[in-house]
Structures are given as structure tokens and as C-alpha cells.
């Protein structure tokens, strides 16, 4: 299992991740003359739960989030805010904390979560060359309202560039 990069996730239907594209569109025809975004690819919006790395023992982990899955009923998680990240290195969907998702994340060891969806990663030094003034202010001129229900927990795999679902555990 060495380097191996495994991570926990709720992965999204088609109807969502067009709904997520769209969004993508809007942001992308907000910048004028310069775009430093790099876009997320459709098969690979996801919400991370917890980012495990390489571990030794992949069974391990499968039977931990069985075992966690088990305890949690499917529930549904708001979308309302399109904003840059903290340290504008990504655009992301803000999802609103519920008592099921805060418990979840808990759960799998992921007790500082912030419920967000990576829609592209920001070139810093294209994002440097945009005069202030100019930078779309996406928290203001793009208004989302999603629902997703989430009716289950997948371990993925990514190699940087594709993700592949190795196990999937129904809620």
C-alpha cells in the first residue's frame, strides 16, 4: 500500500455534479482577461471526509468504516456559499455542519472539518497578475441553494489525477 494516497469521501450523483459544473461556468466567465482557476473534472467532485494517506493495512481501514457507516441513517447536506479558500489557493462550495456530518467526521478522526467541495485549485501566480479590483467577488455574485442526500461513505484512491472507489459503505 505505499504510496497509495486514501481518502474518505461522499461522492455525488450526475445530477449534482452538473449542477456543481454549472457553477464552475459562472466563476469562469466572472474574470476578465486572466483565469487562474484549473478546474476540478466532473468525475472528481467529491466531498473528503479525511484524508488517510498510505496506510499499512487497507482491510483495516475498510472494516472501520463498516463498522462506522452502520451507525448513521442517510442524511442530507446544504450547499449556500461559492466563496475562495482561507488562503486563496481554491475555489470551493461551503456545505452547512449538521449534527450528522459533525458526528461522522468525529467518527472517522476528523474533529477540525469544514464541509467543502473543491470546484478548481487557484494558480496563485496567475491570481497575483489580476488587479484587485477586478477579482469577481464569487461570494456575492454567484448565489447557490443545493441539497445532496447522502446515502453512503466511499474509500477512494487518488493518483493525482483520476480518483478510483475502492470500497463503498452504505449509511
Do not use: C
Not at 493495512?57 to 482561507?86: C, D, G, H, R, T
Amino acid at each position: 500500500m505505499a504510496n497509495k494516497r486514501i481518502f474518505i469521501a461522499i461522492n455525488f450523483n450526475e445530477g449534482f455534479k452538473k449542477e456543481l459544473l454549472s457553477i464552475q461556468k459562472k466563476i469562469d466567465t466572472s474574470f476578465l482577461d486572466i483565469n487562474p482557476i484549473k478546474w476540478t473534472k466532473k468525475d472528481n467532485l467529491h466531498l473528503t471526509l479525511l484524508f488517510v494517506g498510505s496506510p499499512n493495512n487497507l482491510e483495516n481501514i475498510f472494516n472501520k468504516i463498516q463498522e462506522i457507516a452502520k451507525k448513521y441513517k442517510p442524511f442530507s447536506i446544504n450547499f449556500k456559499e461559492v466563496n475562495y479558500s482561507f488562503n486563496n489557493k481554491m475555489v470551493w462550495v461551503l456545505g452547512e455542519k449538521n449534527k450528522t456530518l459533525t458526528s461522522l467526521s468525529n467518527d472517522l478522526g476528523n474533529k477540525n472539518f469544514i464541509p467543502h467541495i473543491t470546484l478548481g485549485r487557484i494558480s496563485t501566480f496567475n491570481f497575483n497578475k489580476i488587479n484587485p479590483e477586478e477579482i469577481p467577488q464569487i461570494n456575492n455574485e454567484i448565489l447557490i441553494d443545493l441539497k445532496i442526500r447522502v446515502n453512503s461513505i466511499d474509500i477512494m484512491h487518488s493518483n493525482f489525477k483520476n480518483y478510483t472507489l475502492l470500497k463503498n459503505f452504505k449509511l
